[in-house]
């Protein structure tokens, strides 16, 4: 590398400056030297004939972001200001929209937007992709050019060109920004003994937070049964979702990363683990990402859960941002994620045990009138009816199938118990 650097001095400060040694140091460390030589012409060509000035640096900033874009969506060259940002966005407060996006295929699209957004608001789900923002087109812009127009103060507005997902038609809307906190870890009880644990992203206190949330619901009602929410999480920190695995594993592999180079390295849980024999259901989606798919495939490998929903989006590399001289870095993936299996989540994803597939439920008057119907009829006592599943089942359809799922799995192991 520190050859290939001197090279690349070299023919940038003269083009024609000792062209046999450089051919030589080229030959000899297997460098192209031909490219290096174009390039520094293109760069001279741009500087002397273009049609307005370019500051020399805004010239090679250009250049280190176009080669990354070239590597996968995920590398990038991260400024002084995106580096600053990027350590911001992981503590789980910015401003912005609250979506997190990629590129595929030269096209901005949502992985998902957070929960409580004003994106999630507007009704922006995964899969949407941008066109424009401010009437601009973003085709051609970097990831981190849309990000940084995204983003802005609380209060300030935005307007959006958007592709949904399943129309032919785009929509434009406009979005006003807000500070966006993004709570982990949410719960409540859907039934007497029936926990819902709902993580939105994993960040450094994901794990504390959901060790607290399974303890305030095992204080309501012993838990018989728990449904861990996993859709459209966009993924975040790796030892948060590692950590918040081990709190359902008492032993055995979590996750591993293997890079070209580097030595395998593992990521194992510990002992301590707790509601181990609790039935559980995990739910997932196409906008369930990153560390989100680490922490589905170790609990299906493990076979301590059963996975609900649609095949995840399936970003299984590994990301490791690299100080640079200037405050700047470069986030580089270095590795690839793999489940305990040895399943590449990488452009696959983790397929769920059942699918379920986008549907919709009968409204009440279409279905058998029953006594509860009927007007002045006695009422019940305070135990779930048919009418709250039905009211489920139109509110959070995958939800009731993981519900269904899990129900079946308690009685399984009620019937199996001596």
Not at 192 to 200: A, C, D, F, N, Q
Not at 304 to 323: D, E, I, M, N
Request: glycine content about 8%; proline content about 4%.
């Amino acid at each position: 590398m520190r050859t290939l650097f001197i090279v690349l001095l070299l023919c940038c400060s003269s083009l024609s400056a000792q062209p046999q040694t450089l051919d030589q140091q080229a030959q000899a460390q297997d460098i192209p030297v031909t490219e290096l030589r174009n390039f520094a012409e293109v760069l001279e060509r741009v500087r002397a004939a273009y049609v307005e000035e370019v500051d020399d640096t805004v010239l090679l900033k250009a250049a280190i972001r176009g080669m990354l874009s070239e590597l996968d969506p995920h590398s990038s060259y991260l400024a002084p200001d995106d580096f600053d940002d990027l350590q911001v966005s992981t503590q789980g407060e910015f401003g912005g929209l609250g979506i997190e996006i990629t590129m595929d295929k030269d096209a901005v699209v949502i992985v998902t937007p957070y929960d409580d957004t004003p994106a999630s608001e507007a009704g922006l789900k995964a899969g949407d992709t941008i066109l424009a923002i401010d009437d601009e087109s973003v085709k051609g812009w970097s990831l981190d050019e849309v990000a940084k127009r995204l983003r802005g103060e609380q209060g300030s507005s935005v307007k959006l060109s958007i592709l949904p997902l399943d129309a032919k038609s785009p929509r434009t809307l406009t979005l006003t920004r807000d500070i966006i906190k993004v709570q982990s870890v949410r719960h409540k009880e859907l039934r007497p003994g029936i926990g819902y644990l709902r993580i939105s992203q994993f960040q450094a206190k994901t794990a504390r937070d959901t060790k607290a949330a399974l303890e305030a619901l095992q204080q309501k009602a012993p838990l018989k049964g728990l449904i861990l929410d996993l859709r459209n999480n966009p993924g975040g920190v790796l030892s948060g979702a590692v950590q918040v695995a081990d709190l359902f594993l008492e032993s055995g592999l979590i996750v591993y990363t293997q890079g070209r180079h580097e030595e395998r390295l593992n990521y194992n849980a510990s002992s301590g683990g707790i509601f181990l024999d609790t039935p559980m259901v995990v739910l997932v989606n196409g906008g369930s990402a990153s560390a989100s798919e680490i922490v589905a495939g170790a609990l299906q490998d493990h076979g301590r859960a059963v996975l609900v929903g649609q095949r995840t989006f399936g970003k299984g590399s590994v990301q490791s941002v690299l100080p640079l001289t200037g405050d700047s870095a470069l986030k580089l993936t270095t590795a690839r994620y793999y489940t305990p299996k040895g399943r590449s989540i990488q452009a696959d994803g983790i397929h769920p045990d059942i699918i379920v597939a986008s549907a919709t439920v009968a409204d009440k008057a279409q279905r058998t009138l029953r006594e509860s119907d009927l007007p002045r009829h006695l009422k019940k006592d305070d135990s779930p009816t048919d009418d709250d599943d039905l009211s489920l089942a139109h509110e959070d359809y995958d939800l009731y199938q993981a519900l269904s799922a899990l129900t079946a799995m308690t009685l399984t192991q009620r019937k199996t118990v001596p």
